[in-house]
C-alpha cells in the first residue's frame, strides 16, 4: 500500500510540475530591440506558470555581445521560475541595416589577429592577449593561442576583437 501511494505522489508531480524544452536557433536577424524567447527558441513541452513563456523579453545586456548562450538562456529560465532543457550552444544575433533590411557585416577577426581573451571560471576572471587560429565573425566559436603561454583555448568571438572563453 505505501509503494502505490508513494508512486502515485511521484506521478502526480511529475504531471503538475511539467518540463519545458528550449531549441535554440542558430541564428536571428534582429535590430536589437524587442527580442524575446520564442525569437531565439523554438519552445516545447509544458509549463503550468504564470509566466507566458513565449512572451519572456530578452534584456539588452545580453544583445550586446552578439550572441546568446545556452548559459543565459537557462539563467532566464530560472529568474522566471521555469524549470526546463535548454538544447543547442548559443544564438549568433545578425544585426539589420536600418536604411535597406540586409544583414550588415560584421568585423572579421582573420587568422593571426590579435585578440583580447577573457577566461571567467568560478567567479575568477582573466584578461590576457592572444592570436586568433581561425577566420571569425562575432558569435562564431574560435580556437585562439595564448600569447604569454601558447596554450590553445577555444571560445565565442565577442565585438571589439574579444574572446570569452569558460563558463
Avoid at 40 to 59: F, K, L, P, S, Y
Wanted: charged content about 25%.
Amino acid at each position: 500500500m505505501k509503494t502505490i501511494l508513494i508512486m502515485l505522489v511521484l506521478l502526480t508531480s511529475s504531471v503538475s510540475f511539467g518540463q519545458v524544452k528550449v531549441f535554440l536557433h542558430s541564428s536571428l536577424k534582429t535590430d536589437g530591440k524587442g527580442v524575446s524567447l520564442s525569437d531565439i527558441a523554438r519552445i516545447g513541452g509544458t509549463h503550468n506558470g504564470a509566466v507566458e513563456i513565449d512572451e519572456i523579453m530578452i534584456e539588452q545586456k545580453h544583445l550586446e555581445n552578439g550572441y546568446i548562450s545556452r548559459k543565459t538562456v537557462q539563467t532566464i529560465l530560472q529568474e522566471n521560475g521555469i524549470t526546463g532543457v535548454v538544447y543547442g550552444t548559443s544564438v549568433r544575433l545578425l544585426p539589420i541595416d536600418k536604411k535597406n533590411g540586409s544583414v550588415k557585416k560584421s568585423s572579421l577577426v582573420d587568422r593571426g589577429d590579435i585578440v583580447d581573451i577573457i577566461i571567467s571560471r568560478n567567479g575568477i576572471l582573466i584578461e590576457t592577449t592572444g592570436t586568433s587560429l581561425v577566420k571569425a565573425r562575432p558569435g562564431d566559436k574560435v580556437t585562439v593561442k595564448v600569447n604569454s603561454k601558447g596554450r590553445r583555448l577555444k571560445g565565442i568571438l565577442l565585438e571589439n576583437r574579444k574572446v570569452e572563453v569558460g563558463g
